[in-house]
T-cell receptor
Framework: GESVGLHLPTLSVQEGDNSIINCAYS??????FIWYKQESGKGPQFIID?????DKRQGQRVTVLLNKTVKHLSLQIAATQPGDSAVYFC???????????FGTGTRLKVLA | SAVISQKPSRDICQRGTSLTIQCQVD?????MFWYRQQPGQSLTLIAT?????????ESGFVIDKFPISRPNLTFSTLTVSNMSPEDSSIYLC?????????????FGPGTRLLVL
């Protein structure tokens, strides 16, 4: 089986409910943030991004919120579906660099 | 976004041997990277693959252990040398591409390596 996510914090959500996945980032100089979804046996998939000059950005069923004051990022998934089950990573990047720093990840389990 | 493929998708290797992983992108990209994802862990950057010059390695990773080639703007290889069971990981290739007007990072499907 897939070993990714075995030791990660897990969020269990009932199908149809909203999910909120949180991430604390480390560098106050970071100005660009990404959320990735990693399904079992696959590479990380880009979901949504946000720049530091914004505090909210919406996509299809997903919303990212950025609180620079407390260095906190969250991913909200509306009407969570079984296909949303995966490990979710946040990533941050500082201006002028090309290196991304990844969070520890959260495993989302959708209960039928 | 760029389409990235990796070969092999998975392998089981004996300790002491070496494995070369290939990464192919469907368009020319400036930046290519190699990451390692150990079981149950997040992603750790190994190195930046530079076209026409030696790769730039992160702290804790050395060229003798992880030699990297990048002969052109669409292809790179990572070799895991003299493998031990601790090298069992997912190895991921990534590139920088555009999401709208923002440069962002995209990943390949990964190579799952088990060292016995």
């Amino acid at each position: 089986g897939e070993s990714v996510g075995l030791h990660l914090p897990t969020l269990s959500v009932q199908e149809g409910d909203n999910s909120i996945i949180n991430c604390a980032y480390s560098n106050s100089a970071s100005d660009y943030f990404i959320w990735y979804k990693q399904e079992s046996g696959k590479g990380p998939q880009f979901i949504i991004d946000i720049r530091s000059n914004m505090d909210k950005r919406q996509g299809q069923r997903v919303t990212v919120l950025l609180n620079k004051t407390v260095k906190h990022l969250s991913l909200q998934i509306a009407a969570t579906q079984p296909g949303d089950s995966a490990v979710y990573f946040c990533a941050e990047k500082a201006s002028g660099t090309y290196k991304y720093i990844f969070g520890t990840g959260t495993r989302l389990k959708v209960l039928a | 976004s760029a389409v990235i493929s990796q070969k092999p998708s998975r392998d089981i290797c004996q300790r002491g041997t070496s494995l070369t992983i290939q990464c192919q992108v469907d368009s020319q990209v400036t930046m290519m990277f190699w990451y390692r994802q150990q079981p149950g862990q997040s992603l750790t950057l190994i190195a930046t693959a530079n076209q026409g010059s030696e790769a730039t390695y992160e702290s804790g990773f050395v060229i003798d252990k992880f030699p990297i080639s990048r002969p052109n703007l669409t292809f790179s290889t990572l070799t895991v040398s003299n493998m031990s069971p601790e090298d069992s990981s997912i190895y991921l290739c990534s590139v920088v591409g555009l999401a709208g007007d923002q440069e962002t990072q995209y990943f390949g499907p990964g190579t799952r390596l088990l060292v016995l």
